[in-house]
Protein backbone atom coordinates (compact mmCIF):
# COMPACT_ATOMS: atom_id res chain seq x y z
CA UNK A 1 0.00 0.00 0.00
CA UNK A 2 1.09 3.51 -0.79
CA UNK A 3 1.66 5.82 2.00
CA UNK A 4 -0.60 8.49 3.62
CA UNK A 5 1.31 11.32 2.06
CA UNK A 6 1.12 9.48 -1.80
CA UNK A 7 -2.64 8.63 -1.31
CA UNK A 8 -3.41 12.32 -0.43
CA UNK A 9 -1.17 13.71 -3.63
CA UNK A 10 -3.26 11.42 -5.28
CA UNK A 11 -6.75 13.35 -3.96
CA UNK A 12 -4.95 16.65 -4.57
CA UNK A 13 -4.42 16.09 -8.26
CA UNK A 14 -7.99 14.42 -9.15
CA UNK A 15 -9.54 17.76 -7.41
CA UNK A 16 -7.04 19.65 -9.59
CA UNK A 17 -8.38 18.07 -12.47
CA UNK A 18 -11.91 18.26 -12.36
CA UNK A 19 -13.67 20.14 -15.03
CA UNK A 20 -16.53 22.95 -14.56
CA UNK A 21 -18.92 24.09 -16.74
CA UNK A 22 -17.70 27.93 -16.94
CA UNK A 23 -19.74 30.77 -19.10
CA UNK A 24 -22.99 31.45 -17.70
CA UNK A 25 -22.58 29.21 -15.37
CA UNK A 26 -19.18 30.54 -13.54
CA UNK A 27 -20.62 32.24 -10.28
CA UNK A 28 -22.23 28.94 -9.74
CA UNK A 29 -19.14 26.55 -9.60
CA UNK A 30 -16.19 28.63 -9.45
CA UNK A 31 -17.45 29.20 -5.47
CA UNK A 32 -16.90 24.85 -5.30
CA UNK A 33 -13.66 25.33 -6.87
CA UNK A 34 -13.01 28.03 -4.70
CA UNK A 35 -13.91 25.64 -1.46
CA UNK A 36 -12.07 22.09 -2.68
CA UNK A 37 -8.95 24.13 -3.26
CA UNK A 38 -8.65 25.24 0.49
CA UNK A 39 -6.54 22.29 1.56
CA UNK A 40 -7.26 20.04 4.43
CA UNK A 41 -6.04 16.85 5.85
CA UNK A 42 -7.80 14.76 2.80
CA UNK A 43 -8.24 11.95 5.62
CA UNK A 44 -11.76 11.31 4.39
CA UNK A 45 -10.92 10.43 0.47
CA UNK A 46 -7.68 8.73 1.66
CA UNK A 47 -9.43 6.54 3.89
CA UNK A 48 -11.46 5.31 0.71
CA UNK A 49 -8.71 4.72 -1.48
CA UNK A 50 -6.98 2.57 1.65
CA UNK A 51 -9.79 0.84 2.04
CA UNK A 52 -10.05 -0.02 -1.95
CA UNK A 53 -6.29 -0.83 -1.82
CA UNK A 54 -6.19 -2.98 1.02
CA UNK A 55 -9.53 -5.48 -0.13
CA UNK A 56 -8.76 -5.63 -3.81
CA UNK A 57 -5.04 -3.94 -4.57
CA UNK A 58 -6.98 -1.23 -6.93
CA UNK A 59 -7.29 2.00 -5.53
CA UNK A 60 -8.07 3.44 -8.91
CA UNK A 61 -10.97 2.33 -8.73
CA UNK A 62 -12.37 4.12 -5.81
CA UNK A 63 -11.03 7.30 -6.96
CA UNK A 64 -14.44 9.05 -8.18
CA UNK A 65 -15.94 7.92 -4.92
CA UNK A 66 -13.47 9.41 -2.75
CA UNK A 67 -13.71 12.61 -4.75
CA UNK A 68 -17.30 12.67 -4.01
CA UNK A 69 -16.46 12.04 0.21
CA UNK A 70 -14.67 14.85 -0.17
CA UNK A 71 -16.69 17.13 -2.37
CA UNK A 72 -19.31 15.92 0.47
CA UNK A 73 -17.30 16.50 3.62
CA UNK A 74 -16.34 20.29 2.28
CA UNK A 75 -20.35 20.92 1.14
CA UNK A 76 -21.14 20.39 5.09
CA UNK A 77 -18.76 23.03 5.84
CA UNK A 78 -20.08 25.20 3.11
CA UNK A 79 -23.69 25.30 5.08
CA UNK A 80 -21.79 24.59 8.57
CA UNK A 81 -20.16 28.18 7.98
CA UNK A 82 -23.41 29.75 6.98
CA UNK A 83 -24.97 28.69 10.25
CA UNK A 84 -22.23 29.27 12.28
CA UNK A 85 -21.75 32.69 10.28
CA UNK A 86 -18.03 32.23 10.18
CA UNK A 87 -15.59 34.58 8.33
CA UNK A 88 -12.81 32.24 8.12
CA UNK A 89 -11.94 28.60 7.17
CA UNK A 90 -8.14 27.57 6.85
CA UNK A 91 -6.76 30.93 6.67
CA UNK A 92 -9.22 32.13 3.89
CA UNK A 93 -12.73 34.26 3.70
CA UNK A 94 -15.55 31.20 3.93
CA UNK A 95 -17.54 31.04 0.81
CA UNK A 96 -20.46 33.23 1.84
CA UNK A 97 -18.22 35.66 2.99
CA UNK A 98 -16.13 35.92 -0.22
CA UNK A 99 -19.39 35.94 -2.31
CA UNK A 100 -22.56 36.21 -0.45
CA UNK A 101 -24.77 33.43 1.66
CA UNK A 102 -27.47 32.69 -0.94
CA UNK A 103 -24.37 31.99 -3.59
CA UNK A 104 -22.65 29.17 -0.52
CA UNK A 105 -26.43 27.55 -0.41
CA UNK A 106 -26.62 26.97 -3.64
CA UNK A 107 -23.08 25.96 -4.42
CA UNK A 108 -23.25 24.07 -1.62
CA UNK A 109 -25.94 22.25 -2.90
CA UNK A 110 -24.48 21.54 -5.97
CA UNK A 111 -21.34 20.17 -4.39
CA UNK A 112 -23.88 17.65 -2.31
CA UNK A 113 -25.24 16.28 -6.36
CA UNK A 114 -21.66 16.47 -7.43
CA UNK A 115 -21.16 14.64 -4.36
CA UNK A 116 -23.86 11.66 -5.26
CA UNK A 117 -22.95 11.94 -8.55
CA UNK A 118 -19.69 10.99 -7.97
CA UNK A 119 -19.76 8.38 -5.27
CA UNK A 120 -22.15 6.49 -7.80
CA UNK A 121 -19.44 5.69 -10.46
CA UNK A 122 -18.46 2.40 -8.99
CA UNK A 123 -19.23 -0.95 -10.86
CA UNK A 124 -22.76 -2.18 -11.10
CA UNK A 125 -22.60 -4.56 -8.75
CA UNK A 126 -21.11 -2.90 -5.53
CA UNK A 127 -23.24 0.49 -6.93
CA UNK A 128 -26.14 -0.21 -4.35
CA UNK A 129 -24.06 -1.07 -1.19
CA UNK A 130 -22.17 2.12 -1.92
CA UNK A 131 -24.97 4.25 -2.64
CA UNK A 132 -26.94 2.72 1.02
CA UNK A 133 -23.69 3.38 2.58
CA UNK A 134 -23.47 6.96 1.37
CA UNK A 135 -27.14 7.80 2.21
CA UNK A 136 -26.92 6.63 5.59
CA UNK A 137 -23.80 8.49 6.33
CA UNK A 138 -25.28 11.46 4.99
CA UNK A 139 -28.46 11.43 7.35
CA UNK A 140 -26.24 10.48 10.57
CA UNK A 141 -23.98 13.76 9.67
CA UNK A 142 -27.15 15.78 9.28
CA UNK A 143 -28.62 14.32 12.19
CA UNK A 144 -25.80 15.10 14.03
CA UNK A 145 -25.75 18.84 12.82
CA UNK A 146 -29.26 19.29 14.03
CA UNK A 147 -27.82 17.87 17.60
CA UNK A 148 -25.62 20.41 17.73
CA UNK A 149 -27.66 23.36 16.92
CA UNK A 150 -29.47 22.49 19.49
CA UNK A 151 -26.71 21.96 21.82
CA UNK A 152 -26.68 25.47 21.44
CA UNK A 153 -29.41 26.43 24.07
CA UNK A 154 -29.42 23.47 25.90
CA UNK A 155 -29.44 23.66 29.41
CA UNK A 156 -28.11 19.95 30.12
CA UNK A 157 -26.67 17.65 27.71
CA UNK A 158 -25.35 14.33 28.55
CA UNK A 159 -22.10 12.89 27.25
CA UNK A 160 -24.17 9.97 25.83
CA UNK A 161 -26.10 12.84 23.96
CA UNK A 162 -22.55 14.38 23.09
CA UNK A 163 -21.42 11.21 22.13
CA UNK A 164 -23.91 10.58 19.52
CA UNK A 165 -23.98 14.23 18.26
CA UNK A 166 -20.17 13.72 17.21
CA UNK A 167 -20.68 9.96 16.04
CA UNK A 168 -23.04 11.42 13.28
CA UNK A 169 -20.90 14.68 12.47
CA UNK A 170 -17.80 12.94 12.56
CA UNK A 171 -17.60 9.18 13.40
CA UNK A 172 -19.80 7.81 10.55
CA UNK A 173 -18.49 10.42 7.64
CA UNK A 174 -14.89 8.78 8.57
CA UNK A 175 -16.40 5.52 8.89
CA UNK A 176 -18.33 5.32 5.38
CA UNK A 177 -15.73 6.35 3.56
CA UNK A 178 -13.29 3.67 4.44
CA UNK A 179 -16.29 1.26 4.16
CA UNK A 180 -16.89 2.33 1.06
CA UNK A 181 -13.65 1.98 -0.11
CA UNK A 182 -13.74 -1.43 0.87
CA UNK A 183 -16.59 -2.45 -0.96
CA UNK A 184 -14.89 -1.08 -3.76
CA UNK A 185 -12.85 -3.68 -3.23
CA UNK A 186 -14.45 -6.45 -2.85
CA UNK A 187 -14.61 -6.92 1.03
CA UNK A 188 -16.59 -9.03 2.49
CA UNK A 189 -20.00 -7.80 4.73
CA UNK A 190 -18.26 -8.49 7.94
CA UNK A 191 -14.51 -6.69 6.97
CA UNK A 192 -16.91 -3.81 5.36
CA UNK A 193 -18.93 -2.72 8.72
CA UNK A 194 -16.00 -3.82 10.70
CA UNK A 195 -13.76 -0.90 8.86
CA UNK A 196 -16.73 1.15 9.16
CA UNK A 197 -16.79 0.92 12.96
CA UNK A 198 -12.63 1.45 12.95
CA UNK A 199 -13.54 4.79 11.12
CA UNK A 200 -16.17 5.34 13.35
CA UNK A 201 -14.70 5.05 16.53
CA UNK A 202 -11.49 6.74 15.01
CA UNK A 203 -13.18 10.02 14.43
CA UNK A 204 -14.99 9.75 18.03
CA UNK A 205 -11.18 9.60 19.37
CA UNK A 206 -10.16 12.55 16.61
CA UNK A 207 -13.31 14.39 17.85
CA UNK A 208 -12.41 14.74 21.17
CA UNK A 209 -8.52 15.22 20.77
CA UNK A 210 -9.83 18.20 18.62
CA UNK A 211 -11.59 19.52 21.76
CA UNK A 212 -8.61 18.58 23.80
CA UNK A 213 -6.21 20.51 21.61
CA UNK A 214 -8.32 23.84 21.47
CA UNK A 215 -8.24 23.83 25.74
CA UNK A 216 -4.82 21.99 26.81
CA UNK A 217 -2.95 22.03 23.23
CA UNK A 218 -0.02 24.57 22.52
CA UNK A 219 -0.92 27.47 20.24
CA UNK A 220 2.71 27.63 18.30
CA UNK A 221 1.78 24.14 17.00
CA UNK A 222 -2.45 23.40 17.12
CA UNK A 223 -2.44 26.38 14.17
CA UNK A 224 -4.87 29.17 16.22
CA UNK A 225 -5.80 30.29 18.95
CA UNK A 226 -6.29 28.29 22.61
CA UNK A 227 -9.53 28.90 23.95
CA UNK A 228 -11.08 29.33 20.80
CA UNK A 229 -13.99 26.55 21.67
CA UNK A 230 -14.50 28.83 25.34
CA UNK A 231 -14.77 31.73 23.59
CA UNK A 232 -17.47 30.65 21.28
CA UNK A 233 -19.53 28.77 24.25
CA UNK A 234 -18.90 26.12 22.14
CA UNK A 235 -20.15 22.70 23.65
CA UNK A 236 -17.28 20.58 23.73
CA UNK A 237 -16.39 17.21 25.65
CA UNK A 238 -14.83 18.88 28.17
CA UNK A 239 -17.20 21.01 28.93
CA UNK A 240 -20.25 18.49 29.08
CA UNK A 241 -18.18 16.10 31.00
CA UNK A 242 -17.57 18.99 33.40
CA UNK A 243 -21.26 20.04 33.93
CA UNK A 244 -21.97 16.14 34.75
CA UNK A 245 -20.02 16.10 37.59
CA UNK A 246 -23.05 18.41 38.79
CA UNK A 247 -23.12 20.30 42.46
CA UNK A 248 -20.85 23.35 42.68
CA UNK A 249 -18.82 22.58 39.80
CA UNK A 250 -21.82 23.48 37.42
CA UNK A 251 -22.64 27.03 38.77
CA UNK A 252 -18.67 27.23 38.74
CA UNK A 253 -18.59 27.01 35.28
CA UNK A 254 -21.91 29.41 34.40
CA UNK A 255 -19.85 32.17 36.18
CA UNK A 256 -16.77 31.72 34.12
CA UNK A 257 -18.71 31.69 31.02
CA UNK A 258 -20.16 35.02 32.01
CA UNK A 259 -17.15 36.98 31.60
CA UNK A 260 -16.92 38.58 28.60
CA UNK A 261 -14.61 36.44 25.66
CA UNK A 262 -11.20 36.88 26.18
CA UNK A 263 -8.38 35.32 27.70
CA UNK A 264 -9.93 35.86 31.42
CA UNK A 265 -12.78 33.92 30.28
CA UNK A 266 -9.99 30.81 28.75
CA UNK A 267 -8.08 30.72 31.91
CA UNK A 268 -11.07 30.99 34.23
CA UNK A 269 -12.77 27.63 32.59
CA UNK A 270 -9.28 26.39 32.48
CA UNK A 271 -8.72 26.27 36.06
CA UNK A 272 -11.68 24.38 36.63
CA UNK A 273 -11.31 21.51 33.65
CA UNK A 274 -7.85 21.52 35.95
CA UNK A 275 -9.37 21.07 38.82
CA UNK A 276 -12.20 18.44 37.61
CA UNK A 277 -9.31 16.83 36.00
CA UNK A 278 -10.48 17.09 32.69
CA UNK A 279 -7.12 16.70 30.85
CA UNK A 280 -6.73 13.43 32.22
CA UNK A 281 -10.59 12.44 31.62
CA UNK A 282 -10.25 13.52 27.81
CA UNK A 283 -6.82 11.19 27.26
CA UNK A 284 -8.55 8.24 28.89
CA UNK A 285 -11.71 8.66 26.36
CA UNK A 286 -9.19 9.24 23.45
CA UNK A 287 -7.31 5.70 24.68
CA UNK A 288 -11.27 4.14 24.65
CA UNK A 289 -12.55 5.06 22.02
CA UNK A 290 -8.89 4.13 20.12
CA UNK A 291 -8.90 0.83 21.65
CA UNK A 292 -12.38 0.29 20.36
CA UNK A 293 -11.06 1.35 16.67
CA UNK A 294 -7.96 -0.93 16.67
CA UNK A 295 -10.12 -3.73 17.92
CA UNK A 296 -12.53 -3.67 14.86
CA UNK A 297 -9.66 -3.22 12.57
CA UNK A 298 -7.76 -6.00 14.36
CA UNK A 299 -10.66 -8.40 13.83
CA UNK A 300 -10.74 -8.06 9.96
CA UNK A 301 -9.16 -10.67 7.76
CA UNK A 302 -6.63 -8.14 6.80
CA UNK A 303 -2.80 -8.84 6.73
CA UNK A 304 -1.02 -7.55 9.60
CA UNK A 305 1.07 -5.39 6.75
CA UNK A 306 -2.21 -4.04 5.50
CA UNK A 307 -3.61 -3.31 9.34
CA UNK A 308 -0.83 -1.45 9.97
CA UNK A 309 -0.96 1.08 7.68
CA UNK A 310 -4.47 1.66 9.08
CA UNK A 311 -3.02 1.93 12.79
CA UNK A 312 -0.34 4.11 11.83
CA UNK A 313 -3.38 6.91 9.94
CA UNK A 314 -5.36 6.30 13.67
CA UNK A 315 -2.20 7.19 15.03
CA UNK A 316 -1.57 9.86 12.88
CA UNK A 317 -4.99 11.68 13.23
CA UNK A 318 -5.26 10.74 17.32
CA UNK A 319 -1.75 11.69 18.37
CA UNK A 320 -1.92 15.35 16.52
CA UNK A 321 -1.00 18.23 18.22
CA UNK A 322 -2.61 20.83 15.12
Known amino acids: MKTIAEYSADIETAL??????????????????????????????????????????????????????????????????????????????????????????????????????????????????????????????????????????????SLDSYLEMIEGKTGSLLGAAVKIGAIIGGASDKDAQLMYEYGVMTGLAFQIQDDWLDTFGDASTFGKPIGGDINNAKKTYLYVAAMSEGGQNVEALRSAYQIPSGDVRVKAVTRIYDKLGMNEKCRKAVGHYSAKALKALNSTSLSEEKKESFRKLAEKLIGRKK
Open 16 to 157: RSLKYPSGSLTSLYQPIEYALSAGGKRIRPVLTLMGAEAFGDDAPKALKAAIGIETFHNFTLLHDDVMDKSDMRRGRPTVHKKYDENTAILSGDTMLTLATKYVSEVEDDKLRKVLDTFNDMALRVYEGQRLDMDFEDAEHI
